[in-house]
């Protein structure tokens, strides 16, 4: 029981303030706190366990939120079974897509990433403009009809939602680290050869990571598209491909939480200082500069040492912070 | 059938703008073959000539004097980065510097905004002559950017065959540990590397400034295809960018002819396709293996 609780206790905790968060602040930050760190967890995986650092994330956000807009637009009316969809498509792209991309170097990887997120952007605003609508996007936020337990057209009960599907997220990625196949992905990271003389095939193990990373990316993209209602090929837009690196990277790399923290400060910092000046991107780069030269540990990163000596008084971490020395 | 003036204008478009691309790619292909860094900022240097020849345009009603400051000034900011930024992470690992750098270029991105605003702004065309070619009238300004740019690939072989520091350049793309041993002090090939590709990141941004609007997220929008033509060149080599910046180029402007859609798409089909089949790209040579 003692163990059990000792697993959970940091997820709780951590959730616990997301909820006194959604109190103090308002509703709709609130949500796209939660839904963006959804969406960087997948990047996180990826760059802090894996080694890939992705500038493609939102190719799979559209894979996801276009499934489900067309799902909710043409077919149906259930938003549950829209978000299904949406998952299910994300993981049978990232499933095809990967098999190719996973071979590559991991500096390739960014940039064959950002070309299919281009790609992607002009399928949907072009191409396949008949069936998406083009720049008009999908909308179709009346047409969703109302589900009994959590009605997901509400903005109040979709926080709820989305708070339980975040909080699952995290217990599976906090287990995923945890356990042998969490090691493998950290060994393929760090020494791809000997790995491979043990008998793992690092192919399967980053094939893996890449599915389970991008069908998260794509849960976010659904859970976007059941909010706001509404699709448009923006969501995929190259100028904000980099927007989950950047995040991950102010969160803290491999870390936990460094996502929540990061997804937090950014969207905080976006709309309080884009209140105020137009030219937020100036403060989030320098910092980004400034995290990296700093040791590249991000806010999370070098916030946990502090808070496992202050509330275990002994330092779990050695685990976890090996990964922060250095992003391959 | 497509006819003649048509395909002309087309393959003249595709050159001018593959010369700018080849211009702003050389320096990332430079600095990754010797420094292996992945240099987004480039894309700001690029945004600085172009903001720059604006500027100068609108004091003083010449643009290529604006070229000109938009270049010194990109050498200008590329060389403080280079000291405050890159000096300091240059032994860290790739994946590492790129988000340094992509940190430099947003908060780039945000300067700019600040200093010139949202507002996109026009530079107009310095010369407004057209030169008949098969009875097609061509303007002389972009033929006059493919010569610049050419211009540059030779002062570059030139550079790089010629003078003692250009092969030391070329013997550090080889093996930087080997250069070192010889007693030369890389950190210095380093920084002149870096200023050479701020430069003519500058002179592209500001021989493209005419052809289009000056706006902020300017170098953001020409990332992507900037990139491509280094990955499908291969990384850290001249020809390969060369011919790559023309390929890609040509792809764009004949494949608008062809079907409008497919013209911003086509280059990206393309570069993942030579990547799968061949993942260095054309000219990248084996030595590059992390």
Known sequence: MMKAF????????????????????????????????????????LLGRVGFISFGQPAYLAVGAYATAFYLYYFGH??????????????????????????LR????????????????????????????????????????????????????FFIFIFLVAMALWAFYKYLDDSIYGACCLATKINEDKLKFIGYSNFNIRWMAFIIANTTTALAGSLYAVYFGFVSPAIT???????????????????????????FAYTGMK????????????????????????????????????????FFRKSTLTRYQDSGDEIR | MMDTQLLISGVIFGLSIGSIYFLMAIGLSLCFGLMRIISLDQLLYYSVGAYITYTIHFATGNTWLGV???????????????????????????????????????AGVGAIKYVWGLV???????????????????????????????????????????SITGKAIRAGIEDVEHVEGLGVNVYKLFTVTFIIAGILSGLAGGLHAPLIMV????????????????????????????????????????????????????????????????????????????
Request: hydrophobic share 55%; net charge neutral.
């Open chain 1, 6 to 45: 000792r697993w959970w206790w940091d997820i709780l905790l951590a959730f616990l303030l997301l909820g006194v968060a959604r109190v103090l602040l308002p509703l709709p930050f609130a949500n796209e706190v939660i839904i963006f760190s959804i969406y960087t967890m997948g990047c996180n995986f």
């Open chain 1, 106 to 157: 991991s500096d390739y990887f960014a940039l064959v990433n950002l070309a299919l997120a281009v790609i992607m952007f002009y399928l949907m605003e072009k191409v396949l403009a008949t069936i998406t609508h083009g720049d008009n996007g999908l909308w179709f936020l009346t047409t969703m009809s109302s589900t009994p337990v959590l009605d997901l057209g509400r903005p109040n009960e």
């Open chain 2, 68 to 106: 000109l400051g938009g270049m010194a000034a990109a050498g200008l900011v590329s060389f403080g980065v280079e000291r405050f930024v890159y000096l300091r992470i240059y032994e860290r690992d790739i994946a590492f510097t790129m988000i340094a750098s992509f940190g430099i270029l947003f």
């Open chain 1, 237 to 263: 837009s190259p100028s904000r491909a980099a927007d989950p690196v950047v995040v991950t990277i102010l969160g803290g790399v491999g870390t936990l939480y460094g996502p929540i923290v990061g997804s």
């Open chain 1, 271 to 310: 709309d309080l200082l884009s209140g105020y000046i137009a030219n937020w991107e100036l403060f989030i780069g320098l910092l980004l500069v400034f995290i990296m030269l700093a040791g590249e540990k991000g806010i999370w990163g070098s916030l946990e040492p502090i808070m496992q000596k202050v």
């Open chain 2, 215 to 290: 706006d902020p997220q300017m170098g953001l929008e020409v990332l992507a295809f900037v990139f491509m033509v280094v990955i499908i060149g291969g990384l850290g080599s001249i020809k390969g960018t060369l011919i790559s910046a023309f390929i890609v180029g040509q792809v764009i402007s004949l494949g608008s002819l062809l079907y409008a859609p497919l013209a911003q798409m086509a280059p990206f089909a393309i570069m993942l396709l030579i990547l799968l089949i061949k993942p260095t790209g054309l000219y990248g040579s084996k030595l590059l293996k992390r």
């Open chain 2, 120 to 162: 996109p702004r026009p530079v107009p065309v310095p010369i407004e002559a057209q030169v008949n070619i098969l009875g097609t009238g061509i303007p002389v300004y972009r033929l006059i950017v493919i010569g610049i740019s050419l211009l540059v690939y030779v002062g570059i072989w030139l550079f790089l065959n010629r």
């Open chain 1, 78 to 103: 259930n938003p549950y079974i829209g978000i299904l969809m949406g998952i299910l498509a994300g993981w049978v792209v990232s499933a095809i897509v990967g098999a190719f991309f996973v071979r």
